[in-house]
């Protein structure tokens, strides 16, 4: 995905029609300004036929990537859970909130918050909440092929 205004502050344009129409001159997509008879306007440049082809074919194969991924993703959902590794707990029942950046290649990073006494343990002072970080371990979800 293409965030258009992160896209516009990289070009340092406005995030406005204005720098929109700018970006697209930069691109070389649109003409500059032109003025006639019949007042100003800007000229529309089509994609070629082979630009088209091959943004076809990237949507393809990035359907085909998410589909491969959502197929794997409901694989590991299903699968039967391993047992503790190295103290490792399963916390996977647990709410968490993704901090993975928006473009990040794996959703692998995500912090909750619960209340110690959850934990079976006794709290005589301090916060009574649990801060928690979750780290998955993405080697164990993809096996090498």
Same mark, same amino acid.
């Given at each position: 995905?293409?965030?258009?205004?992160?896209?516009?502050?990289?070009?340092?344009?406005?995030?406005?029609?204005?720098?929109?129409?700018?970006? *697209?001159?930069? *691109?070389? =997509?649109?003409?500059?300004?032109?003025?006639?008879?019949?007042?100003?306007? +800007?000229?529309?440049?089509?994609?070629?036929? #082979?630009?088209?082809?091959?943004?076809?074919?990237?949507?393809?194969?990035? +359907?085909?990537?998410?589909?491969?991924?959502?197929?794997?993703?409901?694989?590991?959902? +299903?699968?039967?859970?391993k047992?503790?590794?190295?103290?490792?707990?399963? *916390?996977?029942?647990?709410?968490?909130?993704?901090?993975?950046?928006?473009?990040?290649?794996? =959703?692998? #990073?995500?912090?909750?918050l619960r209340?110690?006494?959850?934990?079976?343990?006794?709290?005589?002072?301090?916060?009574?909440?649990?801060?928690?970080?979750?780290?998955?371990?993405?080697?164990?979800?993809?096996?090498?092929?």
């Amino acid at each position: 995905e293409v965030d258009v205004r992160e896209t516009l502050s990289a070009l340092s344009l406005n995030k406005s029609q204005d720098g929109a129409c700018q970006a *697209l001159i930069k *691109l070389g =997509r649109w003409s500059e300004v032109k003025k006639s008879s019949r007042g100003s306007h +800007n000229l529309y440049e089509p994609w070629s036929s #082979d630009v088209l082809d091959c943004a076809r074919s990237l949507r393809q194969l990035e +359907n085909q990537r998410r589909e491969k991924l959502y197929e794997t993703c409901s694989q590991v959902k +299903n699968a039967e859970r391993k047992p503790e590794v190295d103290g490792r707990k399963d *916390l996977t029942a647990l709410p968490a909130i993704c901090i993975d950046a928006k473009r990040a290649s794996f =959703r692998d #990073d995500a912090i909750g918050l619960r209340r110690r006494a959850s934990t079976g343990r006794k709290v005589k002072k301090g916060s009574k909440w649990e801060l928690l970080f979750h780290i998955a371990d993405v080697s164990d979800i993809y096996a090498p092929e």
